[in-house]
């Protein structure tokens, strides 16, 4: 697959996972409507997904930006790390974009935004204290490469995506444990129509966000290793972005902010001393292995 044909390839599973969004919470609503006998909670469940399909496409960045913590700068306020974009946007063909400070001593960074038009860049205070300019020139480069692969609105909505099935199965879990409201259909099916309610709401509280939640990782681990890759053909040099990958790993504060609902947006994890390396939790890490990515760039040749 080549960029072009990936960048292609997310713009269309951004659609695929927006409709199976609107559809899962459909089906969610009419399970609810079914089993209280009231089907105003469908109506609201179209409604609601259609609006969350809204507000996730064009303002799920600027959640992101906010759980982070994130704040605007300007050309004055650092112009050395304007410049370092500016010229790596120019060598990418990308237009400028929007650049955000994290006041985080942890070294870290992440790309958010619909499209490379609307992009984000966002980094750490940490990152521009503690890598040099080789490194910092590869961490850029790498998120500039997300923008231009189009994974950040992929990545971006499915912080919106996961969370939101999360509530809404716990909502129906909740509602099956109060007995449907006490509807005129489980009155009249008696203990077994709410014995099927509780069953189905279980299986969708424990299903729904697994999935949901291994179908984001898993497009993480992907695009992390196409963004090493693309961000150092940008700079030709991986070495910078190899051992800023070290030195980010290294380093043994997490980022105050980060969540499991952000973690993969980052360049690497923003969490610190809680990646045992039993294949349960390396099946739930939000990144590949940094011994991995490193030596993927160090066996590039440019």
């Keep these: 697959m080549t960029l072009y044909t990936h960048a292609e390839s997310n713009i269309h599973k951004t659609w695929l996972y927006l409709t199976g969004f609107l559809i899962f919470i459909i089906l969610v609503g009419w399970l609810i409507s079914y089993f209280t006998g009231s089907y105003v909670i469908l109506w609201i469940a179209i409604i609601?997904?259609?609006?969350?399909?809204?507000?996730?496409?064009?303002?799920?960045?600027?959640i992101v930006l906010t759980i982070a913590g994130a704040k605007p700068i300007e050309k004055k306020d650092n112009p050395e790390l304007y410049r370092l974009v500016e010229n790596l946007c120019i060598t990418a063909g990308l237009p400028l974009p929007r650049i955000y400070i994290i006041n985080d001593i942890s070294p870290n960074a992440f790309a958010t935004g619909r499209n490379p038009r609307h992009a984000v860049v966002a980094v750490t205070k940490g990152l521009l204290e503690k890598l040099d300019r080789a490194e910092l020139e590869g961490v850029i480069a790498h998120e500039l490469s997300h923008?231009?692969?189009?994974?950040?609105?992929?990545?971006?909505?499915?912080v919106v995506l996961v969370g939101l099935i999360v509530i809404m199965t716990d909502f129906f879990f909740r509602i099956s444990l109060w007995g449907g409201f006490g509807s005129r259909r489980s009155s009249r099916g008696g203990g077994q129509t709410r014995l099927i309610m509780l069953l189905v709401a279980v299986a969708l509280a424990v299903l729904a966000p697994l999935f949901a939640t291994l179908l984001?990782?898993?497009?993480?681990?992907?695009?992390?290793f196409l963004a090493d890759a693309s961000g150092a053909l940008l700079t030709r040099y991986p070495e910078g972005l190899a051992r800023a990958l070290e030195k980010i790993s290294r380093d043994p504060t997490p980022v105050k902010k980060a969540s499991n609902a952000t973690a993969?947006?980052?360049?690497?994890?923003?969490?610190?001393?809680?990646?045992?390396?039993?294949?349960?939790t390396k099946m739930f890490m939000t990144h590949p292995s940094v011994e991995k990515r490193v030596e993927a760039l160090r066996g590039m040749k440019v």
């Excluded at 231009?148 to 992929?154: E, H, K, M, S």
């Excluded at 984001?216 to 992390?224: D, G, Q, T, V």
């Excluded at 993969?264 to 349960?280: C, D, E, T, V």
Aim: net charge positive; proline share 2%.
């Design 48 to 62: 609601l997904s259609i609006l969350i399909n809204f507000f996730s496409y064009w303002y799920s960045d600027k």
């Design 147 to 158: 923008i231009g692969n189009r994974d950040i609105l992929l990545s971006t909505i499915i």
């Design 216 to 224: 984001k990782l898993a497009i993480s681990r992907k695009r992390e």
């Design 264 to 280: 993969h947006l980052y360049i690497a994890s923003p969490f610190r001393g809680k990646q045992a390396q039993n294949w349960l």
